[in-house]
Nanobody, 125 residues
Framework: VQLQASGGGLVQAGGSLRLSCAAS???????????IAWFRQAPGNEREAVSC???????HYVDSVKGRFTISRDNAKNAAYLQMNSLEPEDTAVYYC?????????????????WGKGTQVTVSS
């Protein structure tokens, strides 16, 4: 399984970005059997789970992004998205998508089966 995150960039505080996670390489177990999560890691910080969506498309968010971020998935396209609104400088980090086979939310770092390379999000004040 391969994951490719994209959509990061530089944005001013209050702005928006939409991250995408494209997944491929599924064989016996298909994309819709995976929970999908977005993690982020800022310099000097541990990687934290930001949002997760399970197989039933129920979302979960860390408190700091509730009301600002929206996670979604499109099983037909093997893709997931993270719409980020009202961005704050504290959201600056490298964002990673990850999947857990028959997983649940909230996501746990050690439980994820596959990771994509990150995409940088920088929010200027």
């Amino acid at each position: 399984v391969q994951l490719q995150a994209s959509g990061g960039g530089l944005v001013q505080a209050g702005g928006s970005l939409r991250l995408s996670c494209a997944a491929s390489g599924f064989t016996r177990i298909t994309f819709d059997s995976y929970a999908i999560a977005w993690f982020r890691q800022a310099p000097g910080n541990e990687r934290e789970a930001v949002s997760c969506i399970n197989m039933n498309s129920s979302p979960h968010y860390v408190d700091s992004v509730k009301g600002r971020f929206t996670i979604s998935r499109d099983n037909a396209k093997n893709a997931a998205y993270l719409q980020m609104n009202s961005l704050e400088p504290e959201d600056t980090a490298v964002y990673y998508c990850a999947v857990e086979r028959i997983g649940s939310c909230p996501a746990r770092y050690a439980a994820m089966d596959y990771w994509g390379k990150g995409t940088q999000v920088t929010v200027s004040s």
